[in-house]
């Protein structure tokens, strides 16, 4: 028996008993008397009390790793520092390992440890790593942050791909078979429903807790966003050990997959054997016909998973990619603010509302009209949907881009220049003259033929003194200078939108001294301290603030980057980078395409790939489906590592063109591919015209080996 299916056996597709009493009592004849023996045997069959515990783990451990890798990437670009496209390979590589330790987490259950021991002690391993994430965050604790995280994210792969293999078939052992199918289907309900309130709840709160609570001396509170999840899943294995002495805890017989392995490697490795039909028919003399005959099989299955990868590397980016375009939108609907992160709540809720309404509304009018009748045929349209998904977002990062501040190219670089005294200052340089507006000066177009080009500049005043300075430029830089009544000084400036989202705010004062800024409608204040001026500092709380006591005003919106010019007398605002101006609810319309092509994708390739494996390969088949997970986002991996654009639009419709060249192929595979009829006729109907496979499989054989993840 298989961890992918922990309770299919002998070409059965319903769960089978383990104890020989029971299975004794699934073999009865329902006539006579014992058809009374069987229906009082199922009034002495309670819900098993053990179930409580493995969902309640389940819903502790799904919110624990959906609230992590809600704020990570964010995480990556805010405290880390790395650029986004660095961020971007963290993000998918950890991805990447979720999705590829399912199969070694099924092969240590099945062949070793059995589900429990495995599901326990990877937890462990799980729950270090999350403690971990949290106490890198904390700066305070020197902790080298970016190799911890990195080691952190390392264990939480091991620990929640590890036990995605397990936990759903665990929960399916606990029943007695065929008595409790009924109770079965409603574990499965209740399992599925834990897994998305997790999501939805961590998806929601987390960001709330990163960027509404202040710890450590930051604006932010990552450490207690990590911790809560960490947390949770501590909570989640203590819960998970106090049911042990309820369940029912089956011996490990062997993986499958690790049969396949073997069964194909030793094909390859004889080819000496002498002249064979078919290359693994070589294996026969080891492994026997049957096995020979299943990977043979299989192997006609696999050929449609070639194009898979690429509609993952798609999808998985809206916790990246598409979370970087919400950072430079505006978030704003008035009685609240949508964080960033917290677009990606849309996912679930969509997930929740399209199963019903694609099962019982948009497939039966297709089928009525002919259309979309077979599972290869959905599959091409929810690749082609994830296709328009990203060409939508690629226009909106267009759009987007339009709004974005122009920085400086090769041979050039930029200066601005800021008075916020009284003086009226003037200035003369060796390369340009000039005069204030409004206490600002800016140039974007200043040459520099070599590196260390410097320009020096002489200031005067009638009411002030004559300073004299100077600045070392090199090229594709920006540059900030500000006068007080004495002196001028230099630094290098960013005008770039904000890794958050939110207002930038540089204040320059005219006398080194400390600024306060209050928000009266929020009760929100702001102490800028002296001699930090030139800092950019992060405002959580859009709106508009008083400055010191004085009869100014200054409103911060989301992403615009601002210098306040501070005298004794007066305030003066200048926008340097201006706020972001499309709204962040335009990406409704590609998350609302891309959950309708999952359905379509997803889970009609999960259905597929059940109804055309033999019995004896269906858990393999859902193990090879986690992996094109895994290799799809191995392929965000090596297309961030070759740096091909700058633009993140052009990065998008390399994904758009990538998946639509994929459609074509999967569309030729999907042309050449002969439908089979599964072996148990009992749960699998197959129109032969029409190749329609309408499926009846009870809900364990769906999930064994998917860990019942929300898009897997």
Sequence with gaps: MTNGEPAIQNGSSKPTATHGEEEGVAAKSLDGDSLQNTEADLKKLPYPKSVFFIVTNEFCERFSFYGMRTILILYLTEILLYTETSAKMVYHGFAMFVYFFPLLGAILSDSWLGKFRTIFYISIIYAIGSILLALTAIDTLKIPQKEFTIISLLLIAIGTGGIKPCVAAFGGDQFILPQQELQLAMFFSIFYFSINAGSLLSTFITPLLRNNVTCFGNNSCYPLAFAIPGILMVVSICIFGLGKPMYRIQTPKGNVFVNVVSCIWYAVTHRKSGPVDHWL??????????????????????????????????????????????????????????????????????????????????????????????????LVCGGFLAAVAFGISAFVSLALEKTYPTLPSSGEAQLRMYDPTNCNYTFTTSEFDGKFTNGYFVNTNIKVPHRNTTIYFTFESKSCGKPNCFIIFNEAKTYGLYLTKDDCFWFDDDIEKSRDGYPLVRTLVSDESSVKYTNHEKSKTVIIPANSSHSLYSIEIIGKYQVNDLDFEVEFKLGGTYTVLVNELS???ITVTNPNSIHMLWLLIQYVVITAAEIMFSITGLEFAYSQAPSSMKSVLQACWLLTTAFGNLLIVIIESLKLFELQSNEFFLYTGLMVVDIFLLMFLAYRYEYVKDEDSSFVQEDEDAGFVDKKVPPIEGVDNLGFDKHN
Aim: net charge positive; proline share 7%.
């Design 281 to 378: 028919d070589r294996s026969e003399s080891k492994y026997g016909i049957k096995l020979v005959s299943d990977i043979k099989a299989l192997l006609k299955v696999l050929v449609i998973y070639i194009p898979i990868p690429i509609f993952w590397a798609l999808y998985d980016q809206q916790g990246s990619g598409w979370t970087f375009q919400a950072v430079r939108m505006n978030g704003n609907i008035g009685f609240y603010t949508i964080l960033p992160d917290q677009m990606q709540v849309v996912n679930p809720l969509l997930i929740l509302a399209f199963i019903p309404m694609f099962t019982y509304g948009v497939y039966p009018v297709l089928t009525k009209c002919n259309l979309l009748t077979t599972p290869l045929q959905r």
């Design 571 to 573: 305030a003066h605002s």
